[in-house]
């Protein structure tokens, strides 16, 4: 009865890989057995075994095969169990390592800042926890942005200008905009015109000889 219920919620891809005529019984055995689900079964029973005794492993197959058909059909109820369970756990080891530290404070450092580190360890494993289950329930959403041509550094925007003219044109026609701005002293040697030189005007007078200081 397992096996006809786990073989049901198996994808049609891996039962057409399974069940293929040309493949050999070998060859479909060696499928079954590697496939992740028949490994961590393997895994899961080899540490549940040790507290609740044997554990039939076609048994186990199957309640792994209807935990993996949830999660494909969108049904995530067995995983945020899961999680908020381990959650449960993990804050209960921080509070006993916790509780451990407290006791041995004062006395034993050593102690003390073993069972610490410890505590914290899994009270940031309680954490992780949580916000898996938190981004589970309440998913981020999805932004798309369309990407903008920003170009970085000077630009060269040219105004006014047909396609048919020639480069040389264009740079004649920026070159010529601002006349103003070139120096004279720069164009043909042509000079400022400052005038004529004025003659010399009678306020300064010439100077004198300072007179001797009458020191007491």
């Known amino acids: 009865m397992a096996i006809k219920k786990a073989k049901s919620g198996v ?3 891996s039962k057409a890989a399974l069940t293929t005529p040309e493949k050999t019984s070998e060859r479909r055995g060696a499928e ?6 028949m490994t961590n079964t393997l895994t899961a029973k080899a540490f549940a075994e040790a ?5 039939h492993t076609r048994e186990a197959f199957g309640v792994m095969i209807d935990s993996a058909n949830k999660v494909q059909d969108g049904d995530l109820s067995e995983v945020e169990s899961t999680l908020i369970a381990q959650s449960t756990v993990l804050n209960t080891i921080f509070n006993e390592l916790a509780r451990r530290a407290a006791s ?3 006395k034993y450092p050593e102690a003390t800042e073993h069972y610490l580190r410890m505590a914290l360890k899994a ?3 309680c954490r992780a926890t949580l916000q898996t289950l938190a981004e589970i329930k309440n998913p981020r959403p999805t932004a798309f942005v369309k990407q903008a041509n920003i170009a970085h ?4 925007i040219n105004n ?3 396609a048919g ?3 040389s044109s264009r740079t004649h026609a920026r070159n010529s905009e601002n006349p103003s701005n070139e120096l004279l002293e720069a164009n043909n040697e042509k000079w400022l015109d400052t005038g004529t030189e004025g003659k010399t005007g009678g306020i300064d007078p010439e100077l004198e000889t300072v007179g001797k200081i009458n020191r007491p």
């Open 104 to 106: 041995n404070m004062g």
């Open 153 to 156: 550094g000077p630009q060269q």
């Open 160 to 162: 006014n200008i047909c």
């Open 123 to 125: 009270q940031g494993q």
């Open 32 to 37: 079954m057995t590697m496939t992740p689900i």
């Open 165 to 167: 003219d020639e480069p």
């Open 51 to 55: 507290t609740f005794g044997e554990i």
């Open 11 to 13: 994808k049609q891809s």
